[in-house]
């Protein structure tokens, strides 16, 4: 073999070596298609996940902030979208690690609810300018003058809580993150929706056994709520936060007659003795209103006024029983119209007052209320990312 040819063979395996060994190299250090950002070597990957987070639907989260905060308190990471469309999976690149508190809000911009900071004024979110981790503590929950819809506000608080609103200990926002430039480090984040909602159930018996016919209706609610403004990031309120009653109502007149209302004419099931009376299989949901946590006071357990009542939930509901004076007559008359004021219980945040209104005749009328967790957990699948 000549010297050129030689040459020549030495320097294709030299390139084959050095192919290999790239290779080999990417292979080691996971090697992707996809550029791993060019600023910041901290990768880290906000899910919303953990044993307390509760199910969300599409629908209930349409836009997320997120600040992150190094021990020394300097703002490390910030990511603002105002368009998820129920996505919880959220790539983030922080300048610095270590130890880092996470501050998430869902829904930060909602209808029916607003932030305020210290001074009283709307918070914005399009910048990261002048936030701190004290101020962000400081936030708080307004209600406004909208109609609430369900992508209401949540946040992770600084400890997780048990259905009692006591702190488990567990930490929902501080975690220790750690440099690497290959792979995604997960956050899993706990959200608690920072309201509570208020659900009317409606059951009624048509008696048509007896002559003459009757049935009950409901007519319409007014809930007065006295809670003005809560902590986003705290789960308690204060005195302070108290602002007059604002009152929600609903006209609307509910009827078991299938003529009439906004039943459809569907006919409410039998109670089957031995089941558990109360519950939706003979209730049907005809009203619910987001609220403000009251975690202060409440009615007893009866739904009657304590010491406290001037500063409870209430729920204000006229109802009305009908009769027809022949059988074969189809004009309903009204008799016994009524008004009942059922003072609510305490409620912390992401949970649901259910006020049960039975109404089965004449005589036998009786209303009852129950507070229960928002819903189940969820569990999210996480994408691979190389």
Not at 14 to 33: E, I, M, N, R, V
Not at 173 to 185: G, L
Not at 240 to 268: A, P
């Amino acid at each position: 073999m000549n010297n050129k040819a030689s040459s020549i063979l030495q320097n294709a395996m030299a390139l084959l070596l050095t192919a290999s060994a790239a290779l080999c190299l990417c292979l080691l250090t996971g090697c992707s298609h996809e550029e791993l950002p060019e600023t910041g070597k901290y990768n880290t990957m906000i899910v919303l996940r953990g044993d307390g987070t509760k199910a969300l639907a599409p629908d209930e989260a349409q836009s997320i902030v997120i600040y992150a905060f190094s021990s020394d308190n300097d703002l490390v990471g910030y990511l603002y979208e105002d368009s998820i469309n129920g996505r919880d999976i959220f790539p983030m690149n922080l300048t610095a690690g270590g130890v880092i508190d996470f501050y998430v809000i869902l829904n930060p911009v909602c209808s029916g609810f607003e932030i305020i900071d210290e001074n009283n004024e709307a918070v914005t979110f399009g910048s990261h300018e002048g936030k701190t981790a004290e101020t962000i503590k400081n936030w708080k929950l307004k209600r406004t003058k909208d109609t609430p819809g369900k992508a209401v506000p949540m946040s992770n608080l600084e400890d997780q809580v048990d259905g009692y609103h006591n702190p488990t200990g567990k930490s929902n926002r501080t975690f220790e993150v750690v440099a690497n430039r290959n792979s995604w480090q997960e956050i899993p984040i706990q959200v608690t929706r920072a309201v509570s909602k208020v659900e009317v159930w409606f059951w009624a018996n048509d008696n048509w056994t007896n002559r003459p016919y009757n049935y009950s209706s409901i007519d319409s609610q007014v809930l007065t709520d006295p809670v003005g403004e809560s902590m986003v990031f705290d789960g308690n309120i204060t005195g302070y936060s108290l602002t007059e009653k604002t009152e929600k109502s609903n006209n609307k007149s509910y009827h078991t007659n299938g003529t009439q209302g906004n039943l459809n004419g569907e006919e409410f099931k039998k109670y089957e003795e031995g089941t558990l009376f109360y519950n939706e299989d003979y209730f049907k949901l005809i009203w619910e209103q987001y609220i403000l946590p009251n975690t202060l006071y409440g009615g007893d357990n009866m739904g009657q006024s304590t010491e406290s009542g001037a500063n409870c939930t209430t729920l204000e509901i006229d109802y009305t029983y009908h009769y027809q004076p022949r059988w074969d007559s189809y004009e309903w008359q009204k008799e016994q119209q009524e008004n009942k004021t059922i003072y609510l219980p305490a409620s912390s945040r992401n949970t649901i007052i259910k006020v049960w209104c039975a109404l089965r005749d004449d005589t036998d009328r009786s209303f009852t209320y129950e507070v229960v967790d928002w819903d189940e957990t969820v569990t999210v699948d996480i994408p691979a990312f190389d």
